[in-house]
């Protein structure tokens, strides 16, 4: 497929993105079409619910790679994973796309629109909505909410999937050969995902292994 894309503009006339990232993969094209719109963005990176801590560190260095190759700003928020697991208390047997991820999505926008409010930035956004295991509907509300906390603040809306958006990813992944995470990224997704795959017959996941365009046990 090849990369042709709309160029997009942002609401509001706005000149400048906050763009919250959850990983490489998910953020590459949604970096890629910024970058060919010549729209200038930060990444910021907050993400408490990814665990374990070598997990996290694989997301995020792979993220801020493919950032620095495009000299990009990004900024590596906290890594506040007690307060994520003192939020999510009570909700561990919450399925995906439940009020578990509610919860996590709202903490991360809140976060992401208070350095937005703090930093000059009108207009954030994230790339959790172009994975198509995530309910978009449900990402937007709590970016919108997030967003209403502070006038002046809006969270773009925009589909990153359609128009060959996730066919791109894809793409990218495998040119960049980033690392390729197997779960949503919380402790909770790790074991609900490796009770599916034994039941299944298939092997736990090995973290740090797996990579896009690469062999599945080739150790980076």
Known sequence: MTKVRDKLTLPNGESKLLLHSC??????????ALLASG?????????????????????KDENLRFA????IPFIDADYDRDEWFKRAKGMEMEPERGIRC????????VRTALYAHEHGFNIFCSS?????????DQINDCGVRAAAHYPGLTYWTFNWRKNGGSQRMLEISKEEKFYMQEYCGCVFSLRDTNAW???NGREK????????GQDAKTSQ
């Open 23 to 32: 990983c490489a993969p998910c953020s590459g094209e949604v970096m890629a």
């Open 39 to 59: 729209i200038d963005y930060t990444i910021f990176f907050y993400n408490p619910n990814i665990h374990p801590r070598k997990e996290y560190e694989l997301r």
């Open 205 to 212: 996941i090995e973290i740090g292994l797996k990579y896009y």
């Open 128 to 136: 959790l909505g172009i994975s198509r295991w995530k309910d978009l």
């Open 197 to 199: 795959r034994q039941a």
């Open 102 to 109: 509610t919860m996590c999505f709202d903490m991360r926008f």
């Open 68 to 71: 620095k190759q495009h000299n």
